[in-house]
């Protein structure tokens, strides 16, 4: 086990890595991109969107005896802090995860970008307590984390993650801090594209129960898997121990469009408030949500409430469909490495992995790998990919160097 080393705050540069990874298809318009998880162009079909709007308002008008103008008032008018399709995203959970949760322990948010941060915001007391995350780690949680005022502590790459909780928790308590929760992507993370199998996950809650830790499963690519063998979330995993540890946050951005900015948040953790009461956590949200957003575009929200009532609350067919499609670029970008890097990867130079899902696939390489080559390799294509250490938490180590990371995805 390595000594903790807390990090709090961004190294400088960071502040600019999600920008960046935002607009770097923008700023180098000419440039084949790597760089950002963004969905294939092809697949995004915003007039596709029209039609949804329609299918909520033939819904709606059935099931709440509306009329058609009320319908489409409310969508210009401010609405519910939590978002309107709160019903419809339970029904889909339900469908599509098989967990149950009510539709008043869901938030729906600004991509699921909001939502991490408000789950920060609502679940942590600063002077005490401690985020774990991976390292490397999704840039976003480490950049809100930083905002946030939240301190965290990074779980170094090669250590299993219950046993590292078991160690964390000891360290924090010896430094009079508290492990309040382990922010996780348990399938096809970014940037790693690892998943963590049913038995990590069944440890991980094991020890979050023992612990008292939340869980914040991140799981923005769990639609985009090319096995046929779907892993447990950890959300229904710890609902079928009547659990309740895990914070669920959701995005449409990569199965639909990120233009949508839809996500949600499931938090359906009770709390005690000083008065004694409890209540959701979702509740909390809320009210931190209406401060920072005041709500989710209800017009937005109705178009992917209307895409899920069509499609019967089911996103699995489309989502196979388009699994496809990405399983043949990662096939393809795999076949591209393997030609041109055969004699490297035999001396050990490089390495890749061959990710089952998700966006990313990460090469390591070796202190002797050829930059010449590389550099090379780019110039034709006008290619760029994504250096590391943005998503480092406690920067390059001797140990670990810098690695390339790219996606298969613009092939
Ligand atoms: C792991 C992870 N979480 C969250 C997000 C943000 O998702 P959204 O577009 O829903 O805000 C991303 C986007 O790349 C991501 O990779």
Known sequence: MEPIRSTFGLRPGQMEGLNFLNEATYRYPGAVSFVAGRPADRLVSVRACYSWLSELSKYWRTKNKIENGAFWHELGQYSATAGIICEILAKHLECDEGFRVSADSIVVTNGCQEAMFLTLLALFDRDRDVLL?????????????????????PIPEDEEVSAFLDFAVDQAAKRNRRIRAIYLVPDHSNPTGSSLSESQRSALLERAYRHHVYVIEDNPYRSICFSTERIPTLKLLDQAVGGNRVIYLGSFSKCLMPGLRIGYVVADLLRHQATG????????????????????????????????????????????????????????????????????????????????????????????????????????????????GPFLVVGISPKRNSALIQQYRTC
């Open 133 to 153: 995350v991976q390292d490397p780690a999704y840039v976003g949680i480490t950049g809100s984390a930083a905002i946030a005022g939240v301190s965290i502590w």
């Open 277 to 388: 009461k409890a209540e959701l956590l979702a509740n909390e949200l809320g009210r931190i949500k209406s401060f920072v957003s005041l709500t989710t575009s209800p017009v937005l929200q109705a178009m992917v409430g209307g895409l899920l009532v069509k499609a019967g609350f089911s996103l699995s067919t489309s989502n196979e469909k388009r699994s496809a499609f990405y399983r043949e670029r990662r096939d393809t970008m795999l076949e591209a490495l393997e030609k041109a890097f055969r004699r490297e990867a035999r001396e050990g130079a490089i390495s890749w992995s061959r990710p089952e899902g998700g966006f990313f696939r990460p090469n390591a390489r070796s202190s002797e790998f050829p930059y010449e080559r590389r550099a090379g390799m780019r110039q034709p294509f006008s290619c760029h990919c994504v250096p590391d």
